[in-house]
């Protein structure tokens, strides 16, 4: 039983260049999410999704962009990095509800540096 | 806006207790969580509360929520060096999201 999945760990890029992060989840969750965590800022909501097919616009979505073709995977882009991309990133998903006492299945992150 | 606040540092040493504390913003949250995040590591969730509570206990975890003041603290007894980690507290107003505090690093000194 993995719960959520992220490709790749840890990723360099230039300024300017594209990539793809990945996201899939293994537990039938409707609702998947992507944060970005930067040092005393906690985690902040980038796009989600509430179903297959479905995005919607977190709290930090300028350059990023998301898709939700299957509902196992969510996949957030960035088509010009910029330094200021530099961050950890994490997805999550949950049931509707957040099935209460379980709130959100964290991934164990994405290390982007941009140089 | 919504700001989930806590404080960033807290130091205790190794068998004390630890007290972090939160301030959320709306009263109409159903649940409350604390989630712990170790270095290099994702977050996992720790314990939550509903807000028709105000205490639950769970082993060495304590959580307790003042509706009144939206304040929720977690209180860690005989905190081990294994504790040592940041902590984020969240809301879930029932909307798209949770909203996370920015994190209390807990450091543990032998």
């Known amino acids: 039983n993995a719960g959520v999945t992220q490709t790749p760990k840890f990723r360099v890029l230039k300024t300017g260049q594209s990539m793809t992060l990945l996201c899939a989840q293994d537990?039938?969750?409707?609702?998947m999410y992507w944060y970005r965590q930067d040092p005393g800022m906690g985690l902040r909501l980038i796009h989600y999704?509430?179903?297959?097919?479905?995005?919607a616009k977190g709290e930090v979505p300028d350059g990023y962009n998301v898709s939700r073709l299957k509902k196992q995977n969510f996949l957030l882009g960035l088509e010009s990095a910029a330094p200021s991309q530099t961050s950890v990133y994490f997805c999550?998903?949950?049931?509707?509800?957040?099935?209460?006492?379980?709130?959100?299945?964290f991934g164990s992150g994405t290390r982007l540096t941009v140089v | 806006g919504e700001d989930v606040e806590q404080s960033l540092f807290l130091s205790v040493r190794e068998g004390d207790s630890s007290v972090i504390n939160c301030t959320y913003t709306?009263?109409?949250?159903?649940?409350l969580y604390w989630y712990k995040q170790e270095p290099g590591a994702g977050l996992q969730l720790l314990t939550y509360?509903?807000?028709?509570?105000d205490m639950k206990q769970d082993q060495r975890l304590t959580v307790l929520l003042n509706k009144k003041d939206k304040h929720l603290s977690l209180r860690i007894a005989d905190t081990q060096t294994g504790d040592s980690a940041i902590y984020f507290c969240?809301?879930?107003?029932?909307?798209?999201?949770?909203?996370f505090g920015s994190g209390t690093r807990l450091q543990v000194q032998p």
């Open positions: 999704s509430v179903g297959e097919g479905t995005t």
């Open positions: 709306d009263s109409s949250s159903t649940y």
């Open positions: 537990m039938n969750h409707e609702y």
């Open positions: 969240a809301e879930d107003e029932g909307r798209r999201a949770l909203t």
């Open positions: 509360i509903f807000s028709n509570m």
């Open positions: 999550a998903s949950s049931t509707p509800d957040r099935a209460a006492n379980y709130g959100y299945t």
